[in-house]
């Protein structure tokens, strides 16, 4: 904006200010501020200068073009507009239009924004009852909602997430259920999963019986990383003198 837009602005606003002392809603702030939207709307929420404002008319500028914003579909600006503005109930209701056509990764992080932990865990319910993990659980980790946490980790260690469980109980740190997801993964040979959830539950015990699978087996190198990540010095030497011409990267 150049200075004699500023200049303009500036004096809009003021005049706006001076003969509107007593708002009687907010509704009217809006609409008395609409006058000098679309000269912000041209430039930008993300180049727009308000600093010569008091912060009750950037407020209410801010929020007049946020409600611009979304009278225009703009709903990525209106949430810029409306953070600037520190009207969290309107980033609420973005979020809760956000949460209403299914673009629930979107909605999380306007709540976020407005630190609302109640719709937080709406929706992070709301997620896992859809199949929704992974926002499911950024949802009840925004919240810190340990409890629902657990009960989406039980349910993909069901379905077999193994992803989705080990980041759960590794983020909560229960080392028992970190072992018991590396148990099943073991089972269904999943080696690679078994071996990161047992390294994230620091169970060196597991981490050298996983080594030991993946020697009779023949998988030298996930056995030697595997006995490495067990502090096995004994089996990670026994590898290296006994089968280093076969390990190209060890």
């Not at 080392?175 to 390294?199: N, S, T, V």
């Amino acid at each position: 904006m150049s200075v004699d837009e500023d200049k303009i602005v500036r004096k809009m606003v003021s005049e706006i200010a001076d003969s509107n002392e007593k708002f009687m809603s907010h509704s009217q702030d809006i609409e008395n501020f609409k006058r000098i939207v679309p000269v912000l709307l041209e430039k930008g929420i993300d180049n727009v200068n308000l600093s010569m404002f008091d912060e009750a008319t950037r407020s209410k500028l801010l929020n007049a073009l946020g409600e611009e914003y979304i009278r225009r579909g703009n709903m990525n600006d209106s949430v810029k507009a409306f953070i600037l503005a520190g009207n969290r109930q309107r980033l609420v209701e973005v979020g809760e239009h956000y949460e209403e056509v299914g673009l629930f990764t979107n909605a999380i992080d306007t709540y976020r924004l407005a630190d609302s932990n109640d719709n937080l865990l709406k929706i992070g319910k709301k997620c896992l009852e859809n199949g929704h993990f992974a926002d499911a659980i950024r949802a009840f980790r925004l919240c810190n909602d340990a409890e629902s946490l657990i009960k989406v980790g039980d349910e993909c260690f069901q379905k077999g997430k193994w992803d989705y469980a080990i980041e759960i109980f590794s983020a909560i740190n229960s080392p028992h259920k970190l072992a018991e997801i590396g148990d099943k993964c073991l089972k269904e040979r999943q080696i690679g999963y078994a071996a990161k959830a047992y390294e994230l539950a620091h169970d060196k015990e597991k981490l050298s019986s996983l080594g030991d699978v993946c020697l009779r087996e023949g998988l030298l190198a996930t056995a030697l990383k595997t006995y490495q990540l067990a502090g096995n010095d004994m089996m990670v030497q026994f590898i290296r003198e006994n089968f280093g011409n076969k390990l190209s990267s060890y």
